[in-house]
């Protein structure tokens, strides 16, 4: 059976079309027309999602884990519809979107077993102490309680996992917040599907249609009223820094500053130390060459540099990348704007003084194949330029001197979602000089493992310091996303009879 989009918005539990279209631009098979976005419809989304927020975030956990796994569960009905409309849009792989499913409606599901576990609520209870001297103490409770309607933009690279269902998604709704998506035009159909799945959902389960809003396409005006409407109360984005930068000024800039959740990516630096170089290079070259290529190197957490000591073992440690990112094809990237992004980068690095090419190739339209350059830890240190990232499957090797340079090159870098240490027994030391540096630069640290695996989990922290994340504070994955859109309230002799139910 094929799947061919209505093209509609989801407002509030109702299609709503337009005049006005846009064709998507798939990787195979045939575009398809989807109604364009307006700021009518922004505003029609944000107060019906205000109206809704006013059952929906005084609701019980119990009936927001079952929403979220009436969620789970619509969305797996719609698999294969899901995998068959996502490969022609993307190109990427049906196992990879699968899989990307797969993750998808497991943390749906974590995040309602999760929320009826309630540990994320931090409850506290001061009791009153009304015989204290000099003063007597009130008596205190305090809980997390949602924050109000919450926009969410879509992801390019992953059209399920990081869009309309996928994180910052679940972690509003789990936390009781009703979501207005911007949906990425890289995958709208696959949008469209999901969004089918979440409102059947809310009609199962009773809840406000207003929980729950998808407008597609657009212009700017749309994104800007979407972040400015006085009733979204926080924001959530994966994407680019400069698309991000921009709508986290918007949101500081409004009469009421709101937080931005922004993921805004990072070169993820691997750290090779020297006893780990001389006796596992190779073997840490061709892990490498499979993480840098993986989904053609669309990955916000792809390790982008490799920080080596200067010597024989580097040499051979540059050789066996070489041959492991040879054979490598090319692969279809998500639009033609990425792949004309990861040109560019290319030719940025390639283009800056102190740079060699290990390994070029040609690319061209929407494909990618993989680039291997190197440069010395000093000219790292004097072009800011080979620190940026580049979206694709581009590898930088940096050898550095000693290891006072590469400590060095440690406190140049700039906020990152990763960091990795390559490391052997005899290393310890000189990893241990390096931590402090590092733990400062990034929310994840790794040891002898590559960071483009994300674990959904109680313990995960995919966030860091700026330009990684606007909000070091904050992750966008795992249980803890979900206290990004809780604020907490303190209740001073309140009766029990008023209390939220979760204080009582």
């Known amino acids: 059976m094929t799947f061919t989009p209505h093209g509609n918005h989801f407002i509030a539990g109702e299609l709503v079309g337009g005049t006005a279209k846009f064709s998507s631009e798939p990787a195979t098979g045939d575009a398809h027309q989807f109604s364009v976005g307006t700021v009518e419809l922004v505003n029609k989304a944000v107060e019906a999602a205000e109206e809704a927020f006013w059952s929906f975030g005084y609701s019980t956990r119990e009936e927001r884990a079952a929403f979220l796994n009436t969620i789970a569960d619509e969305i797996d009905l719609r698999g294969d519809a899901i995998t068959q409309i996502g490969s022609e849009e993307t190109g990427l792989p049906e196992a990879r979107l699968i899989g990307e499913r797969g993750r998808t409606v497991g943390q749906l599901r974590l995040f309602a077993s999760h929320i009826l576990a309630g540990d994320y ?71 469209e599907i999901v969004a089918e799945a979440i ?17 597609q396409g657009g212009k700017r005006d749309v994104g800007t009223t979407l972040v400015q409407h006085p009733l979204i109360k926080a924001v959530g984005f994966t994407g680019s820094l400069g698309g991000g930068r921009a709508l986290f000024n918007l949101c500081a800039a409004r009469p009421e500053p709101i937080p931005f959740f922004g993921e805004l990516g990072s070169v993820n630096p691997m750290f090779l130390l020297p006893e780990a170089l001389s006796a596992r290079g190779a073997a840490i070259a061709e892990g490498w060459a499979g993480s840098l290529t993986m989904g053609a190197g669309q990955f916000c957490t ?112 700039q906020g990152q979602l990763t960091c990795t240490l390559h490391m052997d027994d005899g290393d310890t030391e000189l990893a241990g000089t390096l931590m402090p540096i590092i733990e400062r630069k990034a929310g994840r640290l790794l040891a002898n493992g590559f960071p483009t695996g994300v674990e959904v989990s109680d313990t995960m922290v995919h966030g860091g310091p700026y330009p990684a994340s606007t909000n070091f504070g904050a992750t966008s994955v795992g249980t803890l996303s979900i206290r990004r859109f809780l604020r907490p309230v303190c209740y001073q002799n309140l009766p029990d009879a008023i209390l939220p139910g979760d204080l009582k």
Not at 165 to 171: C, F, H, I, Q
């Open 302 to 413: 792809n390790p982008g540099i490799a920080v080596v000591i200067e010597g024989d073992d580097a040499n051979a440690f540059a050789a066996a990348a070489v041959k492991a990112l040879e054979p490598m094809g090319a692969q279809t990237m998500l639009t033609d704007g990425i792949a004309a992004a990861y040109r560019s980068g290319r030719d940025a690095i390639a283009g800056t003084t102190g740079v060699q090419e290990l390994l070029t190739s040609t690319c061209d339209l929407r494909n990618a194949t993989p680039y291997l350059f190197e440069t010395t830890g000093a000219e790292w240190l004097e072009n800011e330029v080979l620190g940026e990232e580049v979206f694709g499957p581009l590898g930088l090797i940096v050898r550095v001197k000693d290891a006072d340079e590469m400590r060095a090159l440690a406190k140049s870098l």
């Open 199 to 215: 409102r059947a959902a809310v009609e199962k389960c009773g809840i406000h249609p207003g929980v729950f809003s998808l407008i």
């Open 121 to 191: 609520l931090d409850r506290r209870y001061d009791e009153a102490l009304p015989d204290r001297a000099p003063l007597p103490r009130p008596d205190l409770k305090m809980v997390q309680r949602p924050i109000g309607p919450v926009a969410v933009f879509g992801a390019s690279n992953f059209p399920l996992a990081f869009s309309t269902a996928g994180g910052d998604t679940a972690a509003a709704l789990a936390a009781g917040c009703p979501v207005v998506v911007k949906g990425h035009s890289a995958h709208p159909g696959t949008g």
